[in-house]
């Protein structure tokens, strides 16, 4: 079983927004801290937000202000709403727990284009 299936990703002008789905088959999920990170081309993977099991969420500055983590620990599901996109958004993004690194899933495409 895939331990993390991410979802919503697609080409959307710039401007425009996005909601990005996690699926999570982690057991004891709402224990944990969820992630979404994104990796574009040529660039490392990076960090986009975090949100812990107390529901406490932090951002990196690039993504404060646009992008809103949330979490379903009913569905085991982690969620990011993107806004205002920008070209430089375009990466693809992957979910995964911070504190205890599963196997990376295949990722959602974003891309930010006129």
């Known amino acids: 079983q895939v331990p993390l299936v991410e979802s919503g990703g697609g080409l959307v002008q710039p401007g425009g927004s996005l909601r990005l789905d996690c699926a999570a088959s982690?057991?004891?999920?709402?224990?944990?801290?969820m992630a979404w990170y994104r990796q574009a081309p040529g660039k490392q993977r990076e960090l986009v937000a975090d949100i812990k099991s107390s529901g406490s969420a932090f951002y990196k500055d690039f993504a404060k202000g646009r992008f809103t983590i949330s979490r379903d620990n009913r569905k085991n599901t982690v969620s990011l709403q993107m806004n205002s996109l920008k070209p430089e958004d375009t990466a693809v993004y992957y979910c995964n727990l911070p504190n205890s690194i599963r196997d990376w899933g295949q990722g959602t495409q974003v891309t930010v284009s006129s």
């Open positions: 982690v057991s004891n999920f709402r224990s944990f801290t």
